[in-house]
């Protein structure tokens, strides 16, 4: 009995240490709430009304950035009311409202409270926020632009919308759960420039990783959502809410463009499309909400950053195994009936309306799901004002075999050597 006592009082103690360390961690590094000095933009009902036009346009500039009308915004909704549902694993969280109503918006919020949420994930009331909120990329935002941003939204025309609680599971939905997350995953990172690096370097680095957030969807994440950076090997990851991938953004067999021009990167960003790729799925959004609205000298900053990211190590030789000639002549079938009057008989497709197949890394990329889910779901590319009316995809009707034969073949067409698919890798991603 003593040592089930002595037992049971020694586990009381090390929780207690653990919980007491778990508490500390999360306050490193947390901006206190200090009183906004004079010059900011204030918490008050007049706020917006007193903030310069110069400010106003910065913040509605940065949340184009953020691309935040993308998540606070429902389907039909008012714009930044929140109650869109995002997909997690671990879940549904529903965006909040970032309207400035005094119920059930940021009415009542303070700058200092608006800033501590977005660059250290605490609500007003000190609840921790889920990091599908993205504040560990976030926490890299100045004070200026967090201020900027926050006279915007307190400019915006108030929507009553209560909040949806989250339909998280069990543990996820808890607060001692996110602390935990915390002490494991989070650490401010307020931006500091590089002195070794350009300007632009650095504007771009600033970009990317703190209001673009792009690791939030293209870093490599672990079995609790603990993200990596977009440079780490095998960086890339598969989003919930579509089951699309999201590429790694420094491998050149992915999304790195170490060997593209700046001016295409810049094209990509801007209309979504240039000679050599077209964005569909979830980063069409990115291009339509977000980055066609950037600046000229942004999105080439952006370009430079990502064009310098350090590639991964060389990956495996191209797979040289074989593949049954039944499944290449039945693909080879699908293809001339379904796909080459677009892409054309040699995959070369046609500039400006159609994609090229040959040599596209949509096709070879080692995970096969975007490949199979463009077949499957079709889309468009985004209506942007150098690209206003996208040619579509349409959705294909196909078999799990059907799909297989088919993207086995267009891995293995015009010199590609990426492995087959099978049935189930098809159902796997879809």
């Known amino acids: 009995m003593n040592r089930i006592i002595k037992g049971l009082a020694t586990s009381v103690v090390a929780l207690a240490v653990l919980a007491a360390v778990v508490a500390w961690r999360n306050l490193q590094g947390e901006e206190p709430l200090l009183p906004d000095p004079p010059a900011a933009v204030t918490g008050d009902p007049h706020a917006a009304a007193r903030a310069t036009s110069s400010t106003l346009a910065l913040g509605a500039y940065l949340a184009r950035a953020g691309n935040c009308a993308a998540c606070h915004t429902a389907q039909g909704g008012a714009a930044y009311a929140g109650g869109r549902a995002i997909a997690t694993p671990f879940g549904n969280v529903y965006a909040g409202n970032l ?3 005094a119920d059930t918006g940021l009415g009542r919020w303070s700058a200092a409270e608006f800033r501590r949420a977005l660059r250290h994930g605490r609500a007003r009331d000190g609840r921790l926020l889920v990091p599908a909120f993205p504040y560990p990329q976030f926490s890299q935002v100045t004070t200026e632009d967090a201020n900027a941003l926050w006279a915007f939204l307190r400019s915006l025309p108030p929507v009553v919308q209560a909040n949806r609680p989250h339909a998280l599971r069990w543990p996820y939905n808890s607060q001692a759960a996110l602390a935990v997350w915390r002490a494991l995953y989070f650490s401010p990172a307020p931006f500091v420039p590089d002195t070794q690096q350009a300007a632009d370097w650095n504007r ?5 990783n703190g209001l673009g957030h792009c690791a939030a969807c293209h870093a490599s994440r672990n079995l609790l959502g603990g993200a990596g950076d977009l440079a780490d090997a095998g960086a890339g990851s598969k989003l919930a809410a579509q089951h699309w991938y999201a590429p790694s953004l420094a491998d050149p067999a992915e999304a790195g463009v170490s060997g593209w021009a700046t001016d295409e990167v810049v094209q990509l960003l801007k209309t979504g499309i240039t000679g050599r790729a077209s964005v569909m799925g979830p980063m069409a959004d990115v291009v339509a909400g977000s980055t066609q609205y950037l600046s000229e ?3 080439r900053a952006m370009a430079r950053y990502l064009a310098a990211l350090p590639a991964p190590a060389p990956a495996a030789q191209p797979w040289r195994g074989s593949r049954p000639a039944d499944t290449l002549t039945q693909g080879e079938k699908l293809y001339t009936r379904h796909c080459a009057d677009c892409h054309g008989a040699q995959g070369q497709g046609a500039p400006g309306i159609y994609p090229a197949l040959a040599g596209n890394r ?3 990329m080692a ?8 077949i499957t779901r079709g889309g468009f590319a985004p209506a942007t004002d150098g690209n206003p009316r996208p040619y579509g995809m349409p959705a ?8 297989a034969a088919l993207a086995t073949w267009l891995r293995a067409a ?3 050597q990426a492995k087959p698919v099978s049935e189930v ?3 796997l991603a879809r």
């Open 362 to 364: 949509a096709v070879t």
């Open 367 to 374: 995970n096969p799901g975007n490949l199979v889910l463009a």
């Open 414 to 416: 015009w010199g590609h």
């Open 396 to 403: 294909f009707d196909l078999s799990h075999a059907e799909l």
């Open 297 to 299: 000298p942004d999105l």
């Open 204 to 208: 771009g680095a600033y970009l990317v």
């Open 99 to 101: 309207t400035p109503d």
């Open 425 to 427: 890798d098809v159902l």
